[in-house]
Structure formats: C-alpha cells, structure tokens
C-alpha cells in the first residue's frame, strides 16, 4: 500500500512538473523578441514608459500574424545586430539600413521605409552644403549617433565621400548628437530624415540643410539561421503592405504636409 501511494504521489509530481516545464517552454516560443534603439523618434521612442512609433507599431502587426506576443528590448544601436547573430534576439527593427557591410552577418527583409541622410545646423551656422563640410580645408566637427551609417559615412576618408573620423565624434543617441550641436561641442549632426526633422521641433534654433547626403532603404534584420522567420516577417509584411495597414502606420506618425 505504501509503495503504491509512492508511486503515484511519484507520478503526479512527474505530471506536474512536464506540464510546468511544458507551459513554461511554450511561453518562451509565443514571445517574438525584437531589440530596438528607442531613442529614434518616429520609428522608434518612448511615450512615458512604453516604445511606441512607426518600427513598434509594423512589429505589432508582424507578431500578430505569427500569433506572437511582442516582445521589444531596447539597447544599444551598436549592439542589435550582434545580439540578432548570437539569438538574443529574434530580430532588430530600429529604422536600420540596409548595407553590404551589415549584410554579411544578418539577413534582410524586404524593405518596409525609406531614409536619407541630412545635415541639421544651427540657425545661424555658416554651413549652408554638404560642400561647404568638404571644402578643401574646413575643419568644421559633425556629430552622428555610434554605429549608425551617419557614423560610417562621415568617418570614412574624403576620398571614400566622407570627412576622416578625426573630425567626427559619435554618440550614444541621435539625441545626444543634437544636444550637443546645441551647445556647440558639434558644428552639425549627421543623421536620418525623419528623426531630424522631430529634433529640429524639439529643440530651438536648429534647422536641416536642404542638400541631402545618401539615401536608404530600411529593413528589418533576422539571423542567417533562421530562414523560416524571414520568410514569415516577409509574407507578413507583404501583406500589411497590400491590404495599407503599414501606410496607416506611416500616416500616422508622419504627416503628410510635412514630407518635404
Ligand atoms: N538608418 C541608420 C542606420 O541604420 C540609423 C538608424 C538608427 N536607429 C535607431 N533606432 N537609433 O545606421
């Protein structure tokens, strides 16, 4: 008798335990982890203690297609594509771009928006062009956030198109580059469209050079490991695309009036 009711206080603590361990896997598998930068308004910011913008809300849509519960990890811009690579991450969204360097190490979705590359100054600045940065002799600094293609582009020798990295000085942010052209340790930043456009509202007495620098296409990075992801973030986003949920999402956050 004693053996018996061993025997299945054995066996119910078993089942107990496989259906605890099995819930507990099964939530690990619905949650979709996407790492972002969330200092890159309006793809990606905080709105009071939630990450909110165009990246977080085409993210939303992706993970309910999937039948997924949205995870977003904010860090580093620096860090995404590596934390993507050692599957830390199920994938990065953060207003990135699409580059040969970086497509070497992740795959890329089909792309979902599109960037350029501008110059914010202040108002009274002497720097009118991007010509006026290159000119033979100009000492002018340019501030750009760590990692981004700002960053890559500007530091990369005059003869490449940029302006030698002595003359840059990289940031955490996209925001602490502004902040500090606006206490002059920056001539100029050197950054994406949109979020300058944002900055340039939110701080006083800065405005975007009409020359554009380079354009880019955005994208969403998955690891080369996982093909079957790719494939279902592409089909999702393709249809987002078709039935103009994205566009929604672009409207929203970007008014039409003030695409320039
Ligand atoms: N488009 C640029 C790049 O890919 C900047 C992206 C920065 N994104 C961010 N969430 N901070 O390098």
Do not use: H, W
């Amino acid at each position: 008798m004693k053996k018996i009711v061993s025997f299945i206080l054995a066996l119910s603590l078993l089942a107990v335990c496989a259906v605890s361990f099995a819930s507990c896997s099964k939530d690990d598998e619905n949650v979709l982890k996407m790492a972002t930068n969330a200092a890159f308004p309006p793809y990606e910011f905080y709105e009071g203690e939630k990450i909110v913008g165009i990246d977080a809300e085409i993210a939303e849509l992706i993970a309910k297609d999937l039948g997924m519960t949205l995870q977003i990890v904010d860090t580093e811009f620096d860090s995404i594509i590596t934390g993507v690579t050692e599957g830390k991450y199920d994938f990065g969204m953060a207003g990135m771009t699409v580059t040969e360097d970086r497509l070497k190490s992740v795959n890329f979705s089909t792309s979902y928006a599109k960037g350029v590359q501008v110059i914010i100054v202040k108002n009274d600045s002497p720097i009118t062009s991007i010509d006026d940065l290159s000119a033979d002799g100009a000492t002018y600094k340019i501030g750009v956030q760590q990692g981004t293609t700002g960053d890559i582009y500007a530091s990369d020798t005059p003869e490449n198109g940029g302006f030698g990295e002595d003359r840059v000085t990289s940031y955490n942010t996209g925001a602490e580059a502004v902040l500090a052209l606006t206490t002059g340790k920056v001539d100029c930043v050197i950054i994406d469209n949109e979020p300058a456009k944002s900055y340039v509202k939110t701080y006083e007495g800065l405005k975007i050079l009409d020359t554009e620098y380079v354009e880019e296409d955005y994208a969403i990075c998955v690891s080369k490991d996982n093909e079957d992801l790719l494939k279902k973030i592409n089909d999702s986003l393709k249809k987002n695309t078709e039935n103009g949920e994205i566009q929604k999402i672009i409207d929203k956050y970007i008014k039409a009036d003030s695409a320039k």
